[in-house]
């Protein structure tokens, strides 16, 4: 029984294009993540939500629209594809001030 | 914004040797994670330490944490082949609502 879980595991797509990936905690948390990692695997967190309430936006361009309908939903649209954001996205959730649980990362490739 | 360094950034070591990974922070804590990342896949947890304890141990890990230095330590004793992998350090601000990454050790046991 997969904890969180997020599709697709890949995306490849075009310049321009926009695109989403969701992402599904069955643990009961509370709170949810999402991170880039780059290919020097450097983790960048992007938003963090509270109960469905937008806690962090790190200086995350306007492209980027997370949204959660319930708790154990978090989706990320990505409008206007950039090269620059080929990378994995990682989605994550916890209990206030408890370990993070991941999701196997969805890989984007922007060409 | 980045919150702690790592070091060393690549180890290689005999498998049974002992493996140490420091980590460095900038701001205060609420607790510091270690996680584990295998080669394209998800971080798993490893040990949460609290800003409160000093030392922590889990099977063959054991974690210190010296918030005066602003530093923590992870010991992998009696490392095996299947340790290779990256290990980053996390720190959980005071306010619970982010989680920062350091940029991480790869470790490589070499059989």
């Known amino acids: 029984d997969t904890a969180v879980s997020q599709t697709p595991k890949y995306l490849v797509t075009q310049m321009g294009n926009d695109k989403s990936i969701k992402c599904e905690q069955n643990?009961?948390?509370?709170?949810m993540y999402w991170y880039k990692q780059d290919s020097k695997k450097f983790l960048k967190i992007m938003f963090s939500y509270n109960n469905k309430e937008l806690i962090i936006n790190e200086t995350v361009p306007n492209r980027f629209s997370p949204k959660s309908p319930d708790k154990a939903h978090l989706n990320l649209h990505i409008n206007s594809l950039e090269l620059g954001d080929s990378a994995v996205y990682f989605c994550?959730?916890?209990?206030?001030?408890?370990?993070?649980?991941f999701g196997e990362g969805s890989r984007l490739t922007v060409l | 914004s980045q919150q702690g360094e790592e070091d060393p950034q690549a180890l290689s070591i005999q498998e049974g040797e002992n493996a140490t990974m420091n980590c460095s922070y900038k701001t205060s804590i609420n607790n510091l994670q270690w996680y584990r990342q295998n080669s394209g896949r998800g971080l798993v947890h490893l040990i949460l330490?609290?800003?409160?304890?000093r030392e922590k141990h889990s099977g063959r890990l054991r974690v210190t944490l010296d918030t005066s230095k602003k530093s923590s330590s992870l010991l992998i004793t009696a490392s095996r082949a299947a340790d290779t992998a990256s290990y980053f350090c996390?720190?959980?601000?005071?306010?619970?609502?982010?989680?920062?990454f350091g940029p991480g050790t790869s470790l490589s046991v070499i059989p």
């Open positions: 996390a720190t959980g601000s005071p306010s619970y609502d982010k989680v920062i």
């Open positions: 994550a959730s916890s209990r206030k001030g408890g370990e993070l649980f």
């Open positions: 330490i609290r800003s409160n304890e």
């Open positions: 643990l009961g948390h509370d709170t």
